[in-house]
């Protein structure tokens, strides 16, 4: 077990500032980003101190009796960022390496994208450590269970309100929801997010990521004076967000001349039919043997002569070792943390357009936020409401970032690390000090 993991179970506990000190930590690299953008921001000592810290971390063993008999004991934990502007909002994904670090850096990384697209949420995440690939159903509802009674002190509608992450899906949203609901002895749907339709889910949840990337992409290309048709564009990851934003991006005219997933990548500059590979892939589950294009491997994708680059897949692929190879114009980063803080200022130097993190992938929590609204409203929009508000949200925090960029002079992640940090810093000082 890893010693980060070693807290006391059941309690909330004061994160320790040491743990975070090991540069190659995901925490350590999300916060160098923060640093930066606080520094420019003249960010007072006080609120650096408190925007450097998580709010709330707790660690549960969850006790499940497994299909042959025996009891297992699992890990879970929860870690609510910051709060100051809203319910906090994230993810859980059952994973082998979950660890506390990795949890706190991705509820941070929460705060900081609902900040940006303006939706008035905080950021929370979760885990628990597990693998769920050799687990049975049955298992797999009982540790969902065990765990969601085990952070119940957190969750709500107006306190935390989980969504799906690695390995998790709706189904194990409909179990948390239903688990929430019998203990407040009435049906909560709004506790949870990216739900079944049928109760209370919202249309084009799923589409978002993806819809997002290739709303915040056209802005991109506009704002570059590159027209969007037979723009030329590679695709990391055809899991949910690569394959919706090379599916969209197709459909409004660019070319996409490589997809790849964990089992290789193809190249086809004639351009790749994406409803056909989608087709492929849902019958074989990976790529493998798609035979319409070359065979090439997920380091040369990276590197291909493209005009956009979406990184959709896997944290820490552009490195300082591949990024001085890149010769996209335009990154949008569809995955969470793509980029290491080392390999920004290459790619800087380069002239590469980086649409980060925070704001390229922002169209997921954007859509959970409106399925949240819906929920507490009981009214549940079209789904042409829906891409037409996201579309607006996009393209209005595309917008707002890249003002702040040029008016700063800094690159779109530091613009964006600005923009949130500056609205969660004005709730804090609009809020004071409770004592
Ligand atoms: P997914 O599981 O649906 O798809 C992941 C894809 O990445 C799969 O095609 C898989 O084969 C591929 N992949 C895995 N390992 C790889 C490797 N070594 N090389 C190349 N490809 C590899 O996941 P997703 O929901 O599409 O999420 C992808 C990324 O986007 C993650 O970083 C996730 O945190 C981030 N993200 C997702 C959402 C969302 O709404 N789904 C929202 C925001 C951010």
Known sequence: MPTDLRLPTNAIVQPDKDRFLNEDNPFEAMMSRFDRAAELLDLEPGLYKVLRKPEKQLIVSCPVMMDNGEIEVFTGIRVLYNTSRGPAKGGIRFDTQVTLDEVTALAAWMTWKCAVVNV????????????????????????????????????????????????????VMAWIMDTYSMQMRHTVTAVVTGKPIEMGGSLGRREATGRGCMFVVKEALAHLGMSVKGTTVAVQGFGNVGSVSAQLLAREGCKIVAIGDRSGAIYNPAGIDIDDAIAYVKKHKVLEGYGKGEKISNDDLLTLDVDVLVPAALENVITTKNAPKIRAKIICEGANGPTTA??????????????????????????????????????????????????????????????????????????????????????????????
Not at 130 to 154: F, H, N, V, W
Not at 360 to 371: D, H, K, P, R, W
Not at 415 to 427: E, F, K, N, P
């Open 120 to 171: 008035p949420f905080g950021g929370a995440k979760g885990g628990v450590i597990c693998d769920p690939l050799k687990m049975s159903a049955g298992e797999l509802e009982r540790l969902t269970r065990r765990y969601t009674s085990g952070i119940m002190q957190l969750l709500g509608p107006d306190s935390d309100v989980p969504a799906p992450d690695v390995n998790t899906n709706e189904r």
């Open 342 to 435: 080392a390999a920004d200022a290459i790619l800087d130097e380069k002239g590469i357009f980086v649409i980060p993190d925070i704001l390229a992938n922002a169209g997921g929590v954007t859509v959970s936020y409106f399925e949240w609204v819906q929920d507490r409203g009981g009214y549940f929009w079209s789904e042409d409401t829906v891409n037409e508000r996201l579309r607006d949200l996009m393209v209005k925090s595309f917008r707002d970032v890249l003002e702040l960029s040029k008016q700063h002079k800094v690159n779109m992640r530091t613009a964006a690390y600005m923009l949130s940090i500056s609205r969660v810093a004005t709730v804090h000082r609009l809020r004071g000090i409770y004592a």
